[in-house]
């Protein structure tokens, strides 16, 4: 099946400071991939859809300006946390869709942030 | 899309089937069923869709009823690593269209 990849797996910062998460499809090229963040005990919440070459497209009440999603190509999209702070420790989440597929949405295995 | 209601848990023993249901009374005609499931603290897998004939994979089978305002996803024969939470959503399959998460079934499978 399909793989996505997250880089890295767990991180730790401190406040104020700036935080970039890798997802990367690893068999399979990707037009569009999306970012959900999920708080404990708490279902996944979608923040944006990222497609190749063009802007994100971000979810009512997230700030653009502080998630910044890059998608530079059908394998890797960044997320970065700017100016991160203990309120965006949470469970960031990728997904992707295979190209010309079944539309099928393959998820990565997750990036825990904690924010000190 | 449509909304889904499924209970918030559910206890299987180990070896039996599994029965998860999921409510969807305002499904559109070109609306699809999707299950998915999370593991703890791991990213949400994909286990099986359809739209209204019943599938089955290597993972599952997935039963829709004849009106497609319900559904069961049926593991035949659950073990303690399908402990998870099971997601129902109901979607267009239309290109870039990101799936929206509800609060899903909490599994328990003991022995």
């Known amino acids: 099946g399909a793989v996505v990849s997250q880089h890295p797996s767990w991180v730790i910062c401190k406040s104020g400071t700036s935080v970039k998460i890798e997802c990367r499809s690893l068999?399979?090229?990707?037009?569009?991939m999306f970012w959900y963040r999920q708080f404990p005990k708490q279902s996944l919440m979608l923040m944006a859809t990222?497609?190749?070459?063009?802007?994100?497209?971000?979810e009512q009440g997230v700030e653009k300006d502080k998630f910044l999603i890059n998608h530079a190509s059908l394998t890797l999209s960044t997320l970065t946390v700017t100016s991160a702070h203990p309120e965006d420790s949470s469970f960031y989440i990728c997904?992707?869709?295979?190209?010309?597929?079944?539309?099928?949405?393959?998820f990565g295995p997750g990036t825990r942030l904690t924010v000190l | 899309d449509a909304k889904t209601t499924q209970p918030p848990s559910m206890d299987c023993a180990e070896g039996r089937a599994a029965n998860l249901p999921c409510n969807h009374s305002t499904i559109s005609g070109n609306e699809y069923v999707y299950w998915y499931r999370q593991i703890h603290s791991q990213g949400p897998q994909y286990i099986i869709h359809g739209l209204k004939n019943n599938e089955t994979n290597e993972m599952a089978s997935l039963i829709i009823t004849e009106d497609r305002k319900s559904s069961t996803l049926i593991l035949p024969h659950a073990t303690l690593r399908d402990t998870a939470v099971y997601y129902c959503i109901v979607r267009v399959m239309q290109a870039g269209t990101a799936l929206i998460f509800g609060k899903g079934t909490t599994l328990s499978v003991s022995s």
């Open positions: 990222s497609n190749e070459g063009s802007k994100a497209t971000y």
């Open positions: 068999d399979f090229q990707a037009t569009t």
């Open positions: 997904s992707a869709i295979l190209a010309g597929g079944t539309d099928t949405q393959y």
